[in-house]
C-alpha cells in the first residue's frame, strides 16, 4: 500500500473548439491497491499525442471517446511500485495506456494494456520510436508511400515526432526528401539534425516556388500528416504515378466540429495518375514486430535521431496536447511526471 495521493486528469466536458483546461479536472483520489496477479506503476512519462484530442469527440472515430467523468486516456511509462505479478517485478519499466495520471494499476499486457520494457529498450523510446509515430512512419512509408531509391519524398509536420522518422526512413531508402514545418529553427533541425535534403518553412517560405525548385520532377510521394492547405501544395506538385499517404490532418484540430473542405485540387490525383491512402497504424498489428526491428536497426546505426520536448508536472497536460497543435512541440512532446 502506499501512503499518498493519486492526481488524475479527469474529462469534465466535451471541449467545443480549442482544448482548455476547465474541459477537465484535477481530482486526487488514494493510490489504488493491486489485487491478485497485478502490479502498481508510478508513471513517468506521458506521451502527448495529436489523436488525443479527437478522442474527445463524440462521434466516429477509430476507438471509442473518452467518457465524461473518466481519467483523460494517454499513453504513457512507469516503473512497478509493488507487485503481484512475477512476470511484472517491482522495478520494470512498463509502457501503454497509463493515462493521465501518477499512478495505475497494471491487470494484463495485450494491445492496450501495460507491457513490460524489452531490455535494453530506453523506457520513454516506447512513445516515440517504438510507439505510433514510429509504426506510424514505418507503415505509411514503406507499405503506403512505397518510396524507391533516387525518388523524391515530401513530408509535412516534419519537425514533428511521426514526420521527422518519416522523413529519415525515407532517406535510409535512397530518397531525395523535402520536410515542411513551421519557423527557421524547426527548418535547421529537419537538415542538420535529421539530415534530410531540404526544408521549407510553410509560416514565411513561399511554399510552391520552394516546391517547384526543389522538385522540378515532381513529388513521388507525399507523407501527410497535416492536411488543409498544406496537403493542397502537395498535390500541385505531384508527379505521375505519386502515392499520397494520408497519416493525419492536423490542421483540422482535431476538433469534431464539420471538417472544412477540401482539398479543392483533389483531381490532380486523376490527372497524375496518383493514389492517395489514409489508413491507422493499428492495421498493421500482426507486423509490428518487423517494425520493431528495422527500426531499432536504423537508430542503432544513427540513421534516426528523435527530438523530444519536455513539459513539466502533471498539471501541464492540458496545455501539452495544445502544444501539438500550436507547433510548440520539436519533435516528441513529452510530460514528465516524476523524475
Ligand atoms: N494514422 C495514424 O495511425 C497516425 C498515428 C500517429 C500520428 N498520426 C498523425 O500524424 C500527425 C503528426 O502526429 P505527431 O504525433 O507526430 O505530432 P507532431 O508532428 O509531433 O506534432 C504536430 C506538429 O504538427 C504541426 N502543425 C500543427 N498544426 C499545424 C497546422 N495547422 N499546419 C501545419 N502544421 C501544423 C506542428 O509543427 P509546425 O511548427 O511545423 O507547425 C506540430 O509540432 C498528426 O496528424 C497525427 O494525427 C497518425
Redesign the pocket.
Known amino acids: 500500500m502506499i501512503d499518498a495521493m493519486n492526481r488524475q486528469w479527469v474529462l469534465r466536458r466535451r471541449p467545443e473548439g480549442t482544448l482548455r483546461d476547465e474541459d477537465f479536472e484535477l481530482r486526487s483520489v488514494p493510490v489504488p491497491v493491486p489485487g491478485p496477479g497485478e502490479s502498481l506503476i508510478r508513471v513517468h512519462w506521458l506521451g502527448i499525442?495529436?489523436?488525443q484530442r479527437g478522442w474527445l469527440n463524440e462521434g466516429d472515430n477509430y476507438m471509442d471517446a473518452v467518457p465524461l467523468g473518466e481519467v483523460m486516456r494517454g499513453g504513457g511509462v512507469g516503473q512497478v511500485v509493488l507487485s503481484n505479478d512475477p512476470d511484472c517485478p517491482v522495478g520494470s519499466w512498463v509502457a501503454g495506456m497509463v493515462g493521465w495520471q501518477d499512478y495505475v494499476v497494471r491487470s494484463a499486457g495485450g494491445l492496450f494494456g501495460l507491457n513490460v520494457v524489452p531490455e535494453g529498450v530506453s523506457p520513454k523510446s516506447m512513445m516515440s520510436l517504438f510507439g505510433?509515430?514510429g509504426l506510424?512512419a514505418y507503415f505509411?512509408m514503406r507499405d503506403i508511400g512505397r518510396p524507391e531509391p533516387g525518388q523524391t519524398v515530401l513530408v509535412?509536420?516534419?519537425?514533428?515526432?511521426?514526420?521527422s522518422i518519416a522523413g529519415q526512413i525515407a532517406k535510409v531508402l535512397g530518397c531525395k526528401v523535402i520536410g515542411?514545418?513551421?519557423?527557421p529553427e524547426?527548418c535547421s533541425w529537419i537538415t542538420e539534425q535529421a539530415g534530410l535534403d531540404a526544408a521549407i518553412d510553410?509560416k514565411n517560405d513561399d511554399i510552391d516556388a520552394c516546391l517547384t525548385r526543389l522538385a522540378p520532377e515532381g513529388v513521388d510521394v507525399f507523407f501527410d500528416?497535416?492536411g488543409?492547405s498544406?496537403l493542397e501544395h502537395g498535390l500541385a506538385h505531384l508527379a505521375r504515378g505519386a502515392r499520397v499517404v494520408l497519416?493525419?490532418?492536423?490542421?483540422s484540430g482535431?476538433q469534431g466540429a464539420d471538417p472544412a473542405s477540401g482539398p479543392r485540387n483533389y483531381m490532380r490525383l486523376a490527372l497524375d495518375r496518383a493514389r492517395m491512402e489514409?489508413?491507422?497504424?493499428?492495421d498493421y498489428l500482426d507486423r509490428f514486430p518487423e517494425a520493431f526491428v528495422a527500426l531499432r536497426d536504423w537508430h542503432a546505426q544513427g540513421a534516426i535521431t528523435i527530438a523530444e520536448t519536455v513539459s513539466s508536472g502533471l498539471e501541464s497536460a492540458p496545455s501539452a496536447l495544445r502544444a501539438?497543435?500550436?507547433?510548440?512541440?520539436?519533435?516528441?512532446?513529452l510530460v514528465e511526471i516524476a523524475g
Not at 489514409?278 to 493499428?282: D, E, R, Y
Not at 501539438?324 to 512532446?333: C, D, P, S, T, Y
Open positions: 499525442d495529436p489523436t505510433a509515430p506510424t505509411g509535412s509536420a516534419a519537425a514533428g515526432v511521426t514526420g515542411v514545418a513551421g519557423g524547426k510553410y500528416g497535416v488543409g498544406i497519416a493525419g490532418a492536423i490542421s482535431y489514409g489508413f491507422i497504424f493499428l501539438v497543435f500550436e507547433g510548440r512541440n520539436l519533435g516528441k512532446q
